[in-house]
């Protein structure tokens, strides 16, 4: 299965587009500290190389709000129900643009992580000493400009920004995932490549193929089955009918 922002809604994390979502067409005033205040902010603003090399101390202080809004959520039944299945059976993958972690943080077993996590830090001047990536969960952190403990460069948080190459074993894990009988898509707005075109692999593959949005997607008319209605609700059902 796929999964995206829509599924962490219920647990209080702001999604990116539709009426409530992050991301606006409108550029910032001012540096906020509300979601209304990040929301005057566009994708170009916060989450791209660009933005990061123009005003790292933004594009942080945007990550640290993040941090600490999403350190305060618990995972919601959506999530619980998505770690049941692949804790039953292990054939059951999910692949999830999702970089809050409550997926892990719900249990869940063979987890792709296709846009990386906010939880992990990686050096912007990629030094050889440095691990890809490092674990950092302090909210906050103690720098507001975090610093790579191994050459004393900018440190990043470890997400895939827009213009960014995803993970090629991250890809080829979700790609493998896509080969299978059943595939759902749950709440995302399908509209993000490559993560949207599981689906379509996954038709190809003649998998049965599922999806659970609160609204029409352009994933919507491809699926076998689109099912509207909030995730947390809809998987409690099926899993209670199991
Ligand atoms: P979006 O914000 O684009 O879409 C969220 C989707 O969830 C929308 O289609 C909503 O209708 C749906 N939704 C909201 N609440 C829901 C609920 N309770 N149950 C079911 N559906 C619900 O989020 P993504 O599709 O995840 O990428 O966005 C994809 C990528 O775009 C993100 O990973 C991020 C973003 O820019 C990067 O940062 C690289």
């Keep these: 299965m796929l999964t995206g922002a829509g599924v962490s809604a219920a647990s ?21 500290s509300t979601v209304e205040g990040w929301r005057r902010y566009r994708a170009t603003d916060l989450a791209t190389p660009d933005a990061f090399t123009r ?6 202080e945007w990550y640290a709000w993040r941090r600490a809004t999403i350190a305060a959520c618990r995972p919601n039944r959506a999530h619980e129900v998505i770690a049941a299945w692949t804790m039953r059976n292990p054939q059951c993958r999910v692949v999830t643009q999702n970089v809050d972690d409550l997926h892990v943080r719900a249990g869940t077993q063979c987890l792709v992580r296709l846009h990386g996590s906010l939880w992990e830090l990686s050096c912007w001047q990629r030094c050889a000493a440095s691990p890809r990536t490092w674990r950092d969960e302090r909210v906050p952190l103690p720098a507001p400009v975090p610093t790579c403990p191994h ?9 895939v920004w827009f213009g960014e190459p995803l993970d090629p074993g991250a890809v080829e894990a979700a790609a493998d995932a896509a080969a299978c009988d059943v595939f759902l898509t749950i709440g995302t707005s399908a ?11 996954a038709r ?14 352009p ?7 689109a099912i509207q209605g909030p995730a947390e609700e809809v998987l409690d059902a099926i899993e209670a009918a199991r």
């Design 55 to 60: 005003d790292p101390a933004l594009v942080w």
């Design 151 to 159: 050459c004393g460069a900018l440190a990043r948080p470890a997400v």
């Design 219 to 225: 994933a919507s008319s491809m699926v076998d089955v």
């Design 191 to 201: 509209s993000v490549y490559p993560a949207a075109s599981f689906l379509h692999a």
């Design 12 to 32: 209080g994390v702001p999604t990116f587009r539709g009426p409530h979502g992050l991301w606006s067409s409108t550029s910032a005033q001012t540096t906020p």
């Design 204 to 217: 190809r593959h003649g998998a049965f193929t599922a999806e659970i949005n609160l609204e029409t997607t």
